[in-house]
């Protein structure tokens, strides 16, 4: 790894559905940041959605764990931390030479064929939402503090699908 990359990528990905524009919890706009809750926003676009949303069950999460950890190792990737929830997944990883994307797309992707391949409810629609996001982590003390985010701080902030 040479100076100019990051320590490791924060990756986040959701579950179709489950975080919309608008979302009450936060949301995040392409290309300029967080965004302020827009409650009207977010039932227009929960109105608007063309599939029933799929929360992951746990031999689902299961699943989508294994194959994390299983295409990190293939790819030579370290995986300090991962966690997936029953409406979005959480992975911090070093990628040398890879850009966040598109270690997020490839992670998604190989999920995605996982849980078609064992799921028909999964199968001829969308898994996961559109894109996802990714940051840089350029300290140690930033990636401790993501690793414990990841690995502890979820429980704690029941960030789960609020189907209201």
């Not at 030579?76 to 029953?86: I, N």
């Not at 391949?117 to 300290?139: A, H, K, L, M, Y």
Request: charged residues 30%; proline residues 4%; contains cysteine.
């Amino acid at each position: 790894m040479n100076n100019d990359e990051p320590l490791a990528c924060f990756i986040t990905w959701t579950v179709y559905g489950t975080f919309l524009q608008g979302d009450i919890r936060g949301w995040r706009k392409r290309r300029k940041g967080e965004q302020l809750p827009q409650p009207r926003l977010a039932e227009w676009r929960r109105e608007r959605l063309k599939h029933s949303i799929e929360l992951l069950d746990e031999e689902q999460r299961c699943s989508v764990s294994c194959q994390i950890e299983r295409l990190c190792e293939f790819r030579g990737w370290k995986l300090w931390a991962h966690d997936t929830r029953t409406n979005h997944v959480h992975v911090v990883a070093t990628d040398a030479g890879y850009a966040g994307s598109k270690v997020r797309d490839q992670l998604k992707a190989n999920c995605t064929r996982v849980l078609r391949e064992q799921w028909p409810e999964f199968v001829d629609r969308p898994v996961w939402t559109v894109g996802g996001d990714w940051q840089c982590i350029n300290s140690e003390e930033e990636l401790e503090q993501v690793i414990l985010y990841v690995s502890e701080a979820q429980d704690r902030k029941g960030i789960e699908h609020d189907p209201s």
